[in-house]
């Protein structure tokens, strides 16, 4: 929390960011917020949203530029919760990471994890320390942008993936 931002709690007022963190901290089931991006859109919603809304993807559009293990297009991502929203994860924009449908699939049946850089993106790492993928896409400290990762996705578009891969459920963050 930025200890200049500002903070206010509805018919209270304004309050010191100390005491918002402190009143988190200690009743974080009781208490409802969003934090909020310059123009004044939330950004992280806790748990009170599964999916990410628009501002979020847009967040993730500008972070991410893509696909953070394959460099795939952004329009071809799902925002994926780096802890399962199912076992108490956050719909909140440093919890979230863009994934295409392929490598979605690959981090959800544990053949790729997802580390944060110190500057707040994601980068895949095998879950097999053999695997040519730290290699390619490992943190080099920088936060810059590293050669595809050797896992290769699927043949056919992007699009056809999505489709088959979220037929007859919602999409899978």
Known sequence: MDPEGRCEIVDTGPVPPTLLAELIERYDTRISGAVFDGPGRPLWLGRSRRLADTAQRLALALRDG???VCGAPFAHTHAHHVEPYADGG???IDQLASLCAHC???VHTGIIRLRRRTDGTWYPIPT???????AANGDDGGGRRRAPPAVEPPSGTPST???R??????ANP
């Open 66 to 68: 893509g696909c953070v």
């Open 128 to 134: 097999d320390p053999g695997d040519k993928l730290a």
């Open 161 to 163: 993936q999505r489709r």
């Open 90 to 92: 956050r719909t909140d």
């Open 104 to 106: 979605h699939t690959q």
């Open 165 to 170: 891969s979220s037929r007859g459920r919602g």
